[in-house]
C-alpha cells in the first residue's frame, strides 16, 4: 500500500483560526487573514516541505505565526494570491467548435 503524505495547512490553518480568535489587535488580525488566504490555495512544493516542517515539529502559537509570515515573503505568495485573483477558477472557459465540413 502507498502511502501519501498529508499537507501540513490543516493544522496551519486550524493554528491560524486560534491565534485569530486569542487576538485583540486588529492589524494581526489583517495579518492571520491574509495568511490564511493564501495558505488555502494551491502551493509549491518548497512551501509545503516548509509547512509540514512546521507541523511536524509542533510550532504553534506566536511562532507558528512569525514562521508562516516569513514563507508568505520568502516565496513571494503575495504574488501567487494577486494571480488568482486575477483569473478566477470558478468562471466558465468558452470552447470554440469548428465544423469540419462547410456546405
Known amino acids: 500500500m502507498k502511502r501519501r503524505a498529508t499537507s501540513g495547512r490543516p493544522s496551519?490553518?486550524?493554528?491560524?483560526?486560534v491565534l485569530?480568535?486569542?487576538?485583540t489587535d486588529e492589524d494581526?488580525?489583517?495579518m492571520i487573514n491574509v495568511l490564511?488566504?493564501?495558505?488555502?490555495?494551491?502551493?509549491?512544493r518548497a512551501v509545503?516541505?516548509?509547512v509540514m516542517l512546521l507541523r511536524r515539529n509542533g510550532?504553534?502559537?506566536e511562532p507558528i505565526l512569525k514562521a508562516l509570515a516569513r514563507i508568505y515573503d520568502?516565496?513571494?505568495?503575495?504574488d501567487w494570491v494577486e494571480r488568482r485573483s486575477l483569473h478566477p477558477t470558478g468562471r466558465p472557459v468558452s470552447k470554440i467548435v469548428c465544423s469540419q465540413a462547410l456546405v
Open 12 to 17: 496551519s490553518s486550524r493554528e491560524l483560526r
Open 20 to 23: 485569530f480568535a486569542a487576538s
Open 28 to 30: 494581526q488580525k489583517a
Open 36 to 44: 490564511e488566504k493564501s495558505f488555502r490555495g494551491p502551493i509549491t
Open 48 to 50: 509545503n516541505r516548509e
Open 59 to 61: 510550532v504553534s502559537g
Open 74 to 78: 520568502q516565496h513571494n505568495l503575495r
